[in-house]
């Protein structure tokens, strides 16, 4: 019988390889859409201009604000684990209580650099008095990966959780974010990567699953051939 001249477990494995990898190769693409979505986002906020936000005002992400107001250094939170040019470091927090009744609005002001006693927080005094500095809005993430037990140790921080943020501060401030993008002497890193980056990358690494998946129907295709042929 026909069946009798090749084994099936090479046959299936073959296939079943050539599903996985296109698999993994659809779901680059996926990546790759997505960042290219969010690209164009980005892209169609940083082309408004920028906004004073009000104590009513719906900010949506990526969308450009100045801001004027007075700093609250003693609500200052470092996010740990944050790598910079392959440096650990935090990203440093700080509240601003806005001018008029606009409220409070907790700023990401910069990355700085661990010190060699991580017991140690190192210095990132804002500056005293009114400030006027720029932005983009960001929404903190819904629900991180993260090993940690719990969210804050004192100063420290692990991940951002608006509610406990809140609770511990006393601070009623926005949902959302600013990450800082104006100048300050502070010594703070703003440099921020755009989340958008590896599009290229992600379709480069989807040719390759693509590749592999036509090379096991192919070596499957030759396997079968080989069998079957009289």
């Given at each position: 019988?026909?069946?009798?001249?090749?084994?099936?477990?090479?046959?299936?494995a073959?296939?079943?390889?050539?599903?996985?990898?296109?698999?993994?190769?659809?779901w680059?693409?996926?990546?790759?859409?997505?960042?290219?979505?969010?690209?164009?986002?980005?892209?169609?906020?940083?082309?408004?201009?920028?906004?004073?936000?009000?104590?009513?005002?719906?900010?949506?992400?990526w969308?450009?604000v100045?801001?004027?107001?007075e700093?609250?250094?003693?609500?200052?939170?470092?996010?740990?684990?944050?790598?910079?040019?392959?440096?650990?470091?935090?990203?440093?927090?700080?509240?601003?209580?806005?001018?008029?009744?606009?409220?409070?609005?907790?700023?990401?002001?910069?990355?700085?650099?661990?010190?060699?006693?991580?017991?140690?927080?190192?210095?990132?005094?804002?500056?005293a008095?009114?400030?006027?500095?720029?932005?983009?809005?960001?929404?903190?993430?819904?629900?991180?990966?993260?090993?940690?037990?719990?969210?804050?140790?004192?100063?420290?921080?692990?991940?951002l959780?608006?509610?406990?943020?809140?609770?511990?501060?006393?601070?009623?401030?926005?949902?959302?974010?600013v990450?800082?993008?104006?100048?300050?002497?502070?010594?703070l890193?703003?440099?921020?990567?755009?989340?958008?980056?590896?599009?290229?990358?992600?379709?480069?690494?989807?040719?390759q699953?693509?590749s592999?998946?036509?090379?096991?129907?192919?070596?499957?295709?030759?396997?079968?051939?080989?069998?079957?042929?009289?």
């Amino acid at each position: 019988m026909i069946f009798d001249r090749f084994h099936p477990l090479p046959l299936i494995a073959g296939v079943a390889l050539a599903l996985l990898t296109a698999q993994l190769g659809n779901w680059q693409l996926g990546r790759a859409a997505e960042k290219t979505a969010l690209q164009a986002r980005i892209e169609s906020a940083a082309a408004t201009a920028p906004v004073s936000p009000s104590a009513s005002m719906q900010m949506a992400e990526w969308q450009p604000v100045r801001l004027h107001g007075e700093w609250s250094p003693a609500a200052t939170i470092y996010l740990d684990n944050r790598v910079h040019r392959g440096r650990a470091g935090y990203e440093v927090l700080t509240p601003l209580r806005l001018e008029g009744d606009a409220g409070w609005v907790l700023v990401n002001r910069g990355w700085i650099a661990a010190g060699a006693d991580r017991a140690v927080l190192p210095d990132a005094a804002p500056a005293a008095g009114s400030v006027n500095l720029a932005g983009i809005v960001r929404m903190p993430q819904v629900d991180p990966f993260t090993l940690a037990p719990e969210a804050a140790q004192g100063r420290v921080w692990q991940y951002l959780d608006m509610e406990r943020y809140r609770a511990l501060s006393g601070l009623a401030v926005r949902d959302w974010i600013v990450q800082q993008t104006s100048a300050a002497a502070d010594g703070l890193q703003r440099d921020w990567p755009r989340p958008d980056a590896g599009i290229d990358r992600h379709r480069g690494y989807a040719l390759q699953w693509y590749s592999l998946a036509g090379l096991s129907l192919v070596m499957t295709g030759v396997y079968v051939f080989r069998r079957l042929r009289p």
